[in-house]
């Protein structure tokens, strides 16, 4: 695992597009997994602009949804489904064939499970995975406790997450469980990018980084990652010791 300081989201978000775009010219067949919501969105935009600006062939890459509220329409803004389709798999006129979102509302909560990790044993594994962090510690919905060894699962969501999951929404939602990617997928993916900005980050930072490895503060699973990357801002990284 590494740590990478950047003085501002604007610079750590802009390190992060560059890396995802170039990953895609060394490979154009690349499979890149993304968590949605606000910390990776400037990411995300600048990747669009970048792939369109430089016309980087981007007609076989594979994109995968990290994650999704379970219960939730595709349409409601506060999803995982809405964000992806307007902030990349629209604007990027991906074809079908070329990504997988989590179906939130299906019947079989865990056939969706095995749908998505069949799709991506198939693909040979995940190239990067772009990830945040919560304040309980999670990557995706995998909430402290949540076994390392785990594929896609349907998750129970911790008190913190339903808490702060609320600011994605313009009303209150009743939020109960997740649907997401597991850690496996996580440690077999080739590259991971966990991304943290802000002063209100820095605890978590600092678990992740100088804590122990225990399922009970999920994040720190990316000291286990031989090519894990953090990219923190200053202010998410003020508690790390000078070591870092």
């Known amino acids: 695992m590494k740590l990478k300081r950047f003085k501002n989201y604007q610079e750590l978000s802009g390190f992060a597009a560059s890396e995802i775009a170039n990953s895609i010219k060394d490979k154009p067949s690349l499979v890149l997994c993304m968590a949605s919501g606000e910390t990776p969105k400037l990411t995300v935009e600048l990747l669009v602009k970048k792939l369109k600006e430089e016309k980087i062939d981007h007609s076989r890459i594979t994109f995968i949804g990290l994650d999704e509220w379970v219960g939730l329409l595709p349409s409601n803004t506060g999803s995982c489904h809405y964000f992806f389709q307007h902030k990349l798999i629209a604007p990027l006129q991906l074809k079908a064939s070329q990504y997988l979102l989590f179906d939130a509302l299906a019947d079989d909560l865990n056939n969706e499970c095995e749908k998505m990790d069949t799709f991506i044993n198939d693909k040979d594994g995940i190239d990067i995975m772009l990830v945040g962090i919560g304040m309980n510690g999670h990557i995706g919905f995998n909430e402290p406790g949540a076994s390392f060894s785990n594929l896609s699962h349907v998750i129970e969501l911790d008190e913190i997450t339903k808490s702060v999951g609320q600011k994605y929404f313009t009303e209150k939602m009743e939020l109960g469980k997740g649907i997401t990617i597991g850690f496996k ?13 802000g002063s209100k980050k820095a605890e978590v930072i600092k678990k992740t980084v100088e804590g122990p490895v225990t399922e009970n503060f999920p994040a720190s699973i990316m000291q286990r990652h031989e090519n894990g990357v953090i990219l923190v801002d200053d202010e998410a990284a003020s508690l790390l010791s000078k070591s870092h």
């Open 185 to 197: 997928h996580l440690l077999n993916a080739k590259k991971v990018f966990l991304m943290a900005n």
